[in-house]
T-cell receptor, first 114, second 112 residues
Framework: ELKVEQNPLFLSMQEGKNYTIYCNYS?????LYWYRQDPGKSLESLFV?????AVKQEGRLMASLDTKARLSTLHITAAVHDLSATYFC??????????????FGKGTKLSVKP | DAGVIQSPRHEVTEMGQEVTLRCKPI?????LFWYRQTMMRGLELLIY????????DSGMPEDRFSAKMPNASFSTLKIQPSEPRDSAVYFC??????????FGPGTRLTVT
Protein backbone atom coordinates (compact mmCIF):
# COMPACT_ATOMS: atom_id res chain seq x y z
CA GLU A 1 0.00 0.00 0.00
CA LEU A 2 1.35 3.38 -1.00
CA LYS A 3 1.84 5.78 1.88
CA VAL A 4 2.75 9.43 1.63
CA GLU A 5 4.25 11.30 4.55
CA GLN A 6 4.84 15.00 4.76
CA ASN A 7 6.84 16.87 7.32
CA PRO A 8 6.52 19.09 9.03
CA LEU A 9 2.74 19.16 9.36
CA PHE A 10 2.82 22.68 10.77
CA LEU A 11 5.33 25.35 9.92
CA SER A 12 5.48 28.86 11.27
CA MET A 13 7.96 31.03 9.44
CA GLN A 14 9.08 34.59 9.52
CA GLU A 15 8.95 36.64 6.37
CA GLY A 16 12.21 36.58 4.49
CA LYS A 17 13.31 33.19 5.77
CA ASN A 18 13.89 29.99 3.80
CA TYR A 19 12.50 26.58 4.57
CA THR A 20 11.87 23.15 3.04
CA ILE A 21 8.87 20.85 3.21
CA TYR A 22 9.56 17.16 2.73
CA CYS A 23 7.41 14.50 1.11
CA ASN A 24 8.36 10.84 1.43
CA TYR A 25 6.48 8.00 -0.21
CA SER A 26 6.68 4.29 0.35
CA UNK A 27 6.60 2.60 -3.07
CA UNK A 28 7.82 3.29 -6.56
CA UNK A 29 6.01 6.01 -8.42
CA UNK A 30 6.83 8.08 -11.46
CA UNK A 31 4.63 11.08 -10.82
CA LEU A 32 4.42 13.49 -7.94
CA TYR A 33 2.28 16.58 -7.55
CA TRP A 34 2.24 19.55 -5.24
CA TYR A 35 -0.98 21.39 -4.47
CA ARG A 36 -1.82 24.47 -2.48
CA GLN A 37 -5.02 24.98 -0.49
CA ASP A 38 -6.07 28.27 1.05
CA PRO A 39 -8.47 28.14 4.03
CA GLY A 40 -11.98 27.30 2.90
CA LYS A 41 -10.88 26.99 -0.70
CA SER A 42 -10.18 24.25 -3.19
CA LEU A 43 -6.85 22.72 -4.15
CA GLU A 44 -4.72 24.48 -6.72
CA SER A 45 -2.07 22.63 -8.69
CA LEU A 46 1.43 24.01 -8.20
CA PHE A 47 3.86 21.53 -9.72
CA VAL A 48 3.87 18.26 -11.60
CA UNK A 49 7.13 16.27 -11.33
CA UNK A 50 7.44 13.46 -13.81
CA UNK A 51 10.98 12.12 -13.63
CA UNK A 52 13.90 11.56 -11.35
CA UNK A 53 15.83 14.77 -10.84
CA ALA A 54 12.96 16.94 -12.02
CA VAL A 55 13.08 20.46 -10.64
CA LYS A 56 10.42 23.11 -11.16
CA GLN A 57 10.28 26.66 -9.90
CA GLU A 58 7.54 29.23 -9.67
CA GLY A 59 8.28 32.46 -7.88
CA ARG A 60 9.52 31.72 -4.37
CA LEU A 61 8.65 28.01 -4.57
CA MET A 62 10.86 25.29 -5.98
CA ALA A 63 9.98 21.60 -6.08
CA SER A 64 12.28 18.67 -6.77
CA LEU A 65 11.92 14.93 -7.07
CA ASP A 66 14.32 12.09 -6.24
CA THR A 67 12.59 8.87 -7.25
CA LYS A 68 15.41 6.69 -5.96
CA ALA A 69 15.10 8.15 -2.48
CA ARG A 70 11.29 8.37 -2.90
CA LEU A 71 11.52 11.96 -1.77
CA SER A 72 10.24 15.27 -2.99
CA THR A 73 10.99 18.65 -1.50
CA LEU A 74 9.21 21.97 -1.72
CA HIS A 75 11.63 24.78 -0.96
CA ILE A 76 10.43 28.21 0.04
CA THR A 77 12.75 31.12 -0.54
CA ALA A 78 12.36 34.44 1.28
CA ALA A 79 8.86 33.67 2.47
CA VAL A 80 6.11 36.26 2.23
CA HIS A 81 2.73 36.35 3.93
CA ASP A 82 0.91 35.46 0.71
CA LEU A 83 2.47 32.00 0.84
CA SER A 84 0.50 31.15 3.97
CA ALA A 85 -1.60 28.11 3.04
CA THR A 86 -1.65 24.33 3.35
CA TYR A 87 0.60 22.49 0.91
CA PHE A 88 -0.09 18.93 -0.14
CA CYS A 89 2.04 16.49 -2.00
CA UNK A 90 0.35 13.66 -3.86
CA UNK A 91 1.77 10.58 -5.47
CA UNK A 92 0.27 8.66 -8.36
CA UNK A 93 -0.64 5.28 -6.96
CA UNK A 94 -0.48 3.48 -10.30
CA UNK A 95 3.13 3.35 -11.41
CA UNK A 96 3.32 2.61 -15.10
CA UNK A 97 -0.38 1.93 -15.26
CA UNK A 98 -3.33 3.72 -16.71
CA UNK A 99 -5.05 4.74 -13.55
CA UNK A 100 -4.88 8.24 -12.17
CA UNK A 101 -5.63 7.88 -8.49
CA UNK A 102 -3.57 10.09 -6.24
CA UNK A 103 -2.52 9.36 -2.68
CA PHE A 104 -2.25 12.61 -0.72
CA GLY A 105 -0.08 13.46 2.22
CA LYS A 106 -1.69 15.03 5.26
CA GLY A 107 -0.58 18.49 4.22
CA THR A 108 1.77 21.06 5.69
CA LYS A 109 0.08 24.11 7.14
CA LEU A 110 2.38 27.05 6.52
CA SER A 111 2.00 30.31 8.37
CA VAL A 112 4.26 33.19 7.42
CA LYS A 113 4.46 35.95 9.99
CA PRO A 114 5.85 39.46 9.64
CA ASP B 1 -13.17 27.06 -19.58
CA ALA B 2 -15.14 27.42 -16.34
CA GLY B 3 -13.22 24.68 -14.57
CA VAL B 4 -14.81 21.90 -12.58
CA ILE B 5 -18.27 22.90 -11.40
CA GLN B 6 -19.87 21.53 -8.26
CA SER B 7 -23.28 22.07 -6.77
CA PRO B 8 -24.51 22.84 -4.27
CA ARG B 9 -21.64 24.71 -2.61
CA HIS B 10 -23.18 24.26 0.81
CA GLU B 11 -25.68 21.69 2.00
CA VAL B 12 -27.20 21.38 5.43
CA THR B 13 -29.46 18.43 6.01
CA GLU B 14 -30.86 16.34 8.81
CA MET B 15 -29.72 12.86 9.64
CA GLY B 16 -31.53 10.26 7.60
CA GLN B 17 -32.14 12.48 4.59
CA GLU B 18 -30.84 11.77 1.12
CA VAL B 19 -28.11 14.04 -0.18
CA THR B 20 -27.04 14.38 -3.80
CA LEU B 21 -23.89 16.19 -4.81
CA ARG B 22 -23.28 17.13 -8.42
CA CYS B 23 -20.21 17.64 -10.54
CA LYS B 24 -19.50 18.83 -14.06
CA PRO B 25 -15.92 18.04 -15.10
CA ILE B 26 -13.80 20.04 -17.49
CA UNK B 27 -14.73 19.23 -21.05
CA UNK B 28 -12.42 16.67 -22.62
CA UNK B 29 -11.13 15.24 -19.36
CA UNK B 30 -11.23 11.44 -19.26
CA UNK B 31 -11.01 10.99 -15.50
CA LEU B 32 -13.33 12.13 -12.74
CA PHE B 33 -12.60 11.76 -9.04
CA TRP B 34 -14.64 12.22 -5.89
CA TYR B 35 -12.78 13.11 -2.67
CA ARG B 36 -13.81 13.80 0.89
CA GLN B 37 -11.84 16.09 3.17
CA THR B 38 -12.11 16.20 6.95
CA MET B 39 -9.82 17.47 9.66
CA MET B 40 -9.44 14.01 11.12
CA ARG B 41 -8.84 11.96 8.00
CA GLY B 42 -7.48 14.52 5.56
CA LEU B 43 -8.19 14.11 1.86
CA GLU B 44 -9.58 10.71 0.92
CA LEU B 45 -10.34 9.37 -2.54
CA LEU B 46 -13.83 7.90 -2.62
CA ILE B 47 -14.20 6.75 -6.21
CA TYR B 48 -12.95 7.57 -9.65
CA UNK B 49 -14.20 7.10 -13.20
CA UNK B 50 -12.44 6.72 -16.50
CA UNK B 51 -14.54 7.47 -19.58
CA UNK B 52 -17.68 7.34 -17.41
CA UNK B 53 -16.87 3.87 -16.05
CA UNK B 54 -16.17 3.43 -12.32
CA UNK B 55 -12.62 2.13 -11.94
CA UNK B 56 -12.01 2.05 -8.21
CA ASP B 57 -14.68 2.52 -5.56
CA SER B 58 -12.71 1.00 -2.69
CA GLY B 59 -12.71 4.33 -0.89
CA MET B 60 -16.50 4.54 -0.67
CA PRO B 61 -17.18 4.28 3.06
CA GLU B 62 -20.21 2.03 2.95
CA ASP B 63 -23.30 1.14 1.01
CA ARG B 64 -24.94 4.40 1.93
CA PHE B 65 -22.67 6.06 -0.62
CA SER B 66 -23.15 5.67 -4.35
CA ALA B 67 -21.78 7.50 -7.38
CA LYS B 68 -22.79 7.61 -11.01
CA MET B 69 -21.50 9.15 -14.17
CA PRO B 70 -24.24 8.87 -16.80
CA ASN B 71 -22.28 10.87 -19.37
CA ALA B 72 -18.97 12.63 -19.85
CA SER B 73 -20.22 15.93 -18.49
CA PHE B 74 -22.01 14.96 -15.30
CA SER B 75 -21.52 12.92 -12.16
CA THR B 76 -23.39 12.55 -8.89
CA LEU B 77 -22.43 11.37 -5.44
CA LYS B 78 -25.39 10.29 -3.34
CA ILE B 79 -25.58 9.57 0.36
CA GLN B 80 -28.68 7.79 1.58
CA PRO B 81 -29.37 7.91 4.45
CA SER B 82 -27.00 10.63 5.62
CA GLU B 83 -25.38 10.59 9.06
CA PRO B 84 -23.60 13.31 11.08
CA ARG B 85 -20.24 11.62 10.49
CA ASP B 86 -20.67 12.28 6.77
CA SER B 87 -20.17 15.98 7.41
CA ALA B 88 -17.16 17.02 5.35
CA VAL B 89 -16.12 18.92 2.26
CA TYR B 90 -16.60 16.84 -0.86
CA PHE B 91 -14.43 17.67 -3.84
CA CYS B 92 -14.82 16.60 -7.40
CA UNK B 93 -11.75 16.67 -9.65
CA UNK B 94 -11.09 15.85 -13.27
CA UNK B 95 -7.99 15.19 -15.30
CA UNK B 96 -6.94 14.57 -18.87
CA UNK B 97 -5.38 11.10 -19.08
CA UNK B 98 -2.85 10.39 -16.30
CA UNK B 99 -1.97 13.91 -15.33
CA UNK B 100 -2.62 16.57 -12.74
CA UNK B 101 -6.11 16.77 -11.38
CA UNK B 102 -8.14 19.95 -11.42
CA PHE B 103 -10.31 20.36 -8.39
CA GLY B 104 -13.74 21.90 -8.14
CA PRO B 105 -14.67 24.39 -5.41
CA GLY B 106 -16.11 21.67 -3.19
CA THR B 107 -19.43 21.09 -1.45
CA ARG B 108 -19.48 21.66 2.28
CA LEU B 109 -21.92 19.14 3.73
CA THR B 110 -23.28 19.44 7.23
CA VAL B 111 -25.52 16.68 8.57
CA THR B 112 -27.27 17.53 11.83
Amino acid sequence: ELKVEQNPLFLSMQEGKNYTIYCNYSTTSDRLYWYRQDPGKSLESLFVLLSNGAVKQEGRLMASLDTKARLSTLHITAAVHDLSATYFCAVDGAYGGSQGNLIFGKGTKLSVKP
Amino acid sequence: DAGVIQSPRHEVTEMGQEVTLRCKPISGHDYLFWYRQTMMRGLELLIYFNNNVPIDDSGMPEDRFSAKMPNASFSTLKIQPSEPRDSAVYFCASSPKRYEQYFGPGTRLTVT
